[in-house]
Structure formats: structure tokens, C-alpha cells
């Protein structure tokens, strides 16, 4: 689910593992080598599922892990009362095991759902065997 990366080889707006979440980098400097030391990185990233801050220095020559982020789109079919979307893929397979999100995306989705004239997009982000709704989007007639 993941796969080793050097630690200078990251970049902004990649992935990345932080104290085991993944991540996306949102800010990274190098400080400079001591007398005897490594130069060092010290990376900023959110969680990609729930929006928290972390934080993390290594040495540039040290990997760390970065996930393997899918991003898939489903046409929204419905929301279910106990809080789970209703998803079609592509292949017109229906799944109903993602929650929908919570806060002002959540509202928005369960919203959409009832309008019945216009067609959803969901796009569902996983990795490490975690999914989540992170946005919606008209689906182009």
C-alpha cells in the first residue's frame, strides 16, 4: 500500500506518510548540513482524510514512505438515512460502503442528492485502505 521514497526526492503537494496518516506535503525546507551532520527536511502535510496538521523532520537521505493515493469518480445515486453514499462506478456497479463526509461537503452531497433534474460526480480518494468523499461535481450532460 506503500512504497519507500528518499526524503529529498518529495515534493509539494505530494504524498506522504506522517506519523502513519498519509498525507499531502503542503510546505517542506532543508536546513543546511551541521559540521558532521545531514541536511535535514522538515515537512508539513495534511491528512488527506481528515485535515489535520502534521508534521515530521528527517534527514534528506532517509526514506520515507509515501502511499499510493487513488482518486476514483462515481456518479452519485443517493444517500442513505444511516449516513452512507450511494455510488455507481463506471462498470454500473453500485457501492454503498462510503460515509459521507462530514461538514459543509457532506451537507452539499446530501443535498445534491435530492435534486433529481442534475447528475453528481463524487470523487472518493483512497489509500492505506482508507476511503473517503472529498468533493462533488456536476456531471457533464
Known amino acids: 500500500k506503500t512504497y519507500p521514497a528518499q ?9 506522504v506518510m506522517l506519523k502513519s496518516r498519509p498525507c499531502k506535503i503542503v510546505e517542506m525546507s532543508t536546513s ?7 541536511a535535514k527536511v ?6 488527506i482524510f481528515t485535515s ?3 508534521e515530521d523532520i528527517c534527514p534528506s537521505t532517509h ?3 509515501v502511499p499510493n493515493v487513488r482518486r476514483r469518480d462515481y456518479q ?9 453514499l450511494s455510488l455507481m462506478d463506471d462498470g454500473g456497479e453500485i457501492r454503498d460502503d462510503i460515509r459521507v ?4 461537503l457532506g451537507k452539499d452531497i446530501v443535498e445534491k442528492a435530492k435534486d433529481s433534474d442534475n447528475q453528481f460526480l463524487v470523487t472518493v480518494l483512497s489509500a492505506i485502505g482508507e476511503e473517503a468523499a472529498i468533493a462533488i461535481k456536476n456531471m457533464p450532460k
Open 76 to 84: 452519485l445515486c443517493d444517500t442513505s438515512d444511516d449516513g452512507f
Open 52 to 54: 489535520k496538521k502534521h
Open 42 to 47: 522538515h515537512l508539513v502535510g495534511i491528512d
Open 7 to 15: 526524503c529529498s526526492s518529495l515534493r509539494k503537494n505530494g504524498f
Open 63 to 65: 526514506n520515507m514512505d
Open 32 to 38: 543546511k548540513t551541521g559540521k558532521h551532520g545531514h
Open 101 to 104: 463526509p462530514e461538514g459543509d
